[in-house]
């Protein structure tokens, strides 16, 4: 015998009524999921700006050693 809608509509209503006091939980493992990762996306921002300022002077220091064996050695 094939269900009709109002056996899928009880149907429905059962597993709505089964599944629902675990979403709430399920939300609240996400938030805590996303402020983690949050927290985790930001260290690696401040590790980025850190390692792109060192990179930067190292660089910069480079560049004042090159022009100074460029003057010792008078090349243009």
Do not use: C, W
């Amino acid at each position: 015998m094939p269900l009709d809608q109002n056996d899928l509509k009880q149907i429905k209503d059962v597993v709505v009524e089964a599944v629902n006091p675990y979403f709430g939980a399920i939300q609240k493992d996400f938030t805590g999921m996303y402020e983690r990762l949050d927290r985790i996306d930001r260290r690696l921002d401040h590790i980025e700006q850190f390692l792109l300022e060192d990179h930067r002077r190292r660089i910069g220091k480079l560049e004042e050693e090159v022009k100074g064996l460029k003057e010792l050695f008078s090349v243009k």
